[in-house]
Nanobody, 126 residues
Framework: QVQLVESGGGLVQAGGSLRLSCLSS????????MGWFRQAPGTEREFVAA????????LYADSVKGRFTISRDNAKNTVYLTMNNLKPEDTAVYYC???????????????????WGQGTQVAISS
């Protein structure tokens, strides 16, 4: 059983940085894909980044490429999202998600993830 808990959200000024963490209560194996999604008020939940646990391949939404980095710590069963040069449009609730045996080309599809955290709020002031 995988339970995900996010942390690290907060309020920062534009141009600042945050690092989100997602801890899994169960072991994450090499067949897992871990993803970060976000949802702003009145919008659909959108893909931010994904990482393949086995091998470490990464994928990013165009809107965050070059500013956000997804990474993992195998020993801690934790995935991170390091966010730099934050913009007001990055304001959202950020969710961690996990999927098993996910085809990599499906990684941006939120419906492919079976495990979700409760979300952590990120707010960027201008």
């Amino acid at each position: 059983q995988v339970q995900l808990v996010e942390s690290g959200g907060g309020l920062v000024q534009a141009g600042g940085s945050l690092r989100l963490s997602c801890l899994s209560s169960g072991r994450i194996g090499r067949d897992f894909t871990m993803g970060w999604f976000r949802q702003a008020p009145g919008t659909e939940r959108e893909f931010v980044a994904a990482i393949r646990w086995g091998g470490g391949a990464t994928l990013y939404a165009d809107s965050v490429k070059g500013r956000f980095t997804i990474s993992r710590d195998n020993a801690k069963n934790t995935v991170y999202l390091t966010m730099n040069n934050l913009k007001p449009e990055d304001t959202a609730v950020y969710y961690c998600a996990a999927s098993v045996f996910l085809s990599w080309d499906r990684a941006p599809e939120r419906g492919r993830y079976g495990y979700w955290g409760q979300g952590t709020q990120v707010a960027i002031s201008s």
